[in-house]
């Protein structure tokens, strides 16, 4: 059995690695990029200087593949898919000469790409990445060391991060340890609002101000004016004079290849079961930030591009291919942050997000000590959990403190994956010592007393 795998970043890596040293399958994988595995959640790290050396990022290498016995092709360009006679296209892009291959089962790993908003100005023609220059995106290897050279420049004094989510906030603070004057514009009205609700983004927004960050929410970009580069931003609310500006505003699946032959979602991400394989085609499977995962918050597929889900499902497909039936066992999109020394982290849903996807839900929000008061020190945490009012099922939980207790989250995780309700979390076992908790700990004491 031949498998090729398109796309060989975290899920292609993960999805080759598994069907390696197999006697009964053959793996070819192809990626028109010339590295693998790049951990894109650490280029603010890197900008900012706390990773010194950027080879840290990558956890594999084209070599360590072919060394498992994958057949590699780096700097090759899927340009087609033949799918009645299960043949690729492949253009070598240093050279341009094109060739076919053939499969048996195919996987699709095509991953995703920022989101480049219809905003005047913003697109150049000539560029690596079509974009104006002293504007930049914050994806791909070659992109971080492009940012890290844009801001060794001494010219560049003013740089604006336009988007607020994890990347864009992750980012300002990457500027701020440079000296740089940094302008945050979210067109939403708060920093990280598909993951958190106000009364966390409250604390992360007063921590960023204090850094010195000059925010603008629901503010929209409009215009980025300048000859031959960026020189000023213009918005619904007014003008910035900038030296540097960074695109983060999101991502959408790579969907060209496969948009009119597999059912995706509207944002084109692959519709796929829990064993990855698409709806439509029993020989193609689809992982990563191309495809679709099953939300165990809401009950239904959605688009949630984390490099833990892309791992899993790239580890689900081979296994299911080498005839190991293993179901994806559902995501949570699972997540934490640092924001200038405030450690955050969410899991499921928010209330305001699950209240926009249709769900019935209440909340309970509680600020508490992290340890008894009678201790020499502690500091407060701030908990959230979202619950559906019918069956009172978790949902979604958000914790904050300046200590880091975000690793609880994934107790919060686990139980919105096995379909727990409040009342059950409220009384689950957790251990008490006065060095870290209470005899009811703030994790379950959010729970205990939810209305």
Same mark, same amino acid.
């Given at each position: ?75 090759? =360009? ?49 560029? =690596? ?36 989510? /994890? ?27 598909? /993951? ?88 193609? /499977? ?16 959605? /688009? ?22 293993? =179901? ?124």
């Amino acid at each position: 059995m031949k498998v090729i795998v398109i796309g060989c970043n975290h899920a292609g890596t993960w999805a080759a690695k598994t069907l390696a040293g197999n006697p009964d399958c053959t793996v070819t994988a192809y990626d028109r990029n010339d590295n693998i595995s790049f951990l894109a959640c650490g280029i603010a790290l890197w900008v900012g200087g706390v990773v010194k050396d950027p080879k840290g990022l990558f956890y594999a290498d084209p070599a360590g593949l072919q060394s498992e016995g994958i057949d590699v092709h780096m700097g090759c =360009e899927v340009t087609h898919i033949d799918w009645a006679n299960k043949t690729i296209t492949v253009k070598e892009l240093k050279t341009g000469k094109e060739s076919t291959d053939t499969y048996d089962k195919l996987i699709l790993a095509a991953g995703s790409w920022p989101v480049t908003p219809p905003i005047e100005g913003l697109k150049a023609e000539g560029t =690596e990445y079509g974009l104006k220059k002293g504007i930049f995106f914050s994806k791909l290897y070659q992109q971080g060391q492009d940012i890290i050279n844009e801001i060794a420049k001494p010219e560049v004094k003013r740089v604006m991060v336009v988007g607020a989510g /994890y990347i864009g906030v992750e980012l300002v603070e990457a500027f701020k340890n440079h000296g740089k004057e940094v302008l945050l514009v979210e067109s939403m009205p708060r920093v990280m609002a598909n /993951y958190f609700d106000k009364e966390i983004t409250d604390e992360a927004e007063k921590r960023i101000r204090d850094a010195g960050v000059e925010m603008h929410l629901g503010e929209t970009v409009r215009k980025f004016e300048g000859a031959d580069r960026v020189e000023r931003v213009v918005t619904d609310k007014g003008a910035y004079d900038v030296d540097m500006v960074i695109m983060s505003v999101g991502f959408r699946p790579n969907s060209e290849l496969y948009k009119d032959y597999l059912e995706t979602l509207p944002n084109g991400a692959i519709v796929v079961d829990n064993t990855m394989q698409t709806s439509r085609d029993k020989d193609v /499977y689809a992982i990563g930030d191309c495809a679709s995962v099953y939300s165990t918050a809401s009950a239904k597929h959605e /688009y949630i591009a984390l490099a833990t889900n892309a791992v899993r499902m790239g580890i689900v497909a081979a296994s299911n291919i080498l005839g190991k039936h293993v =179901e994806y066992c559902g995501t949570q999109g699972s997540n934490a942050i640092c924001v200038f020394g405030y450690n955050m982290a969410s899991t499921g849903w928010s209330e305001e997000t699950a209240k926009a996807k249709g769900l019935a839900v209440a909340s309970h929000f509680v600020r508490d000590a992290e340890r008894p008061e009678f201790m020499p020190t502690y500091e407060d945490v701030l908990v959230k959990i979202v619950y559906e009012k019918e069956s009172r099922r978790l949902v979604g939980a958000q914790i904050a403190s300046k200590h880091n207790h975000s690793e609880a989250i994934h107790a919060f995780s686990l139980a919105i994956q096995n379909g727990m309700t409040v009342d059950q979390f409220a009384l689950s076992d957790f251990f008490f010592l006065p060095h870290y908790n209470k005899p009811l700990s703030w994790m379950t004491m959010v729970a205990y007393t939810a209305p």
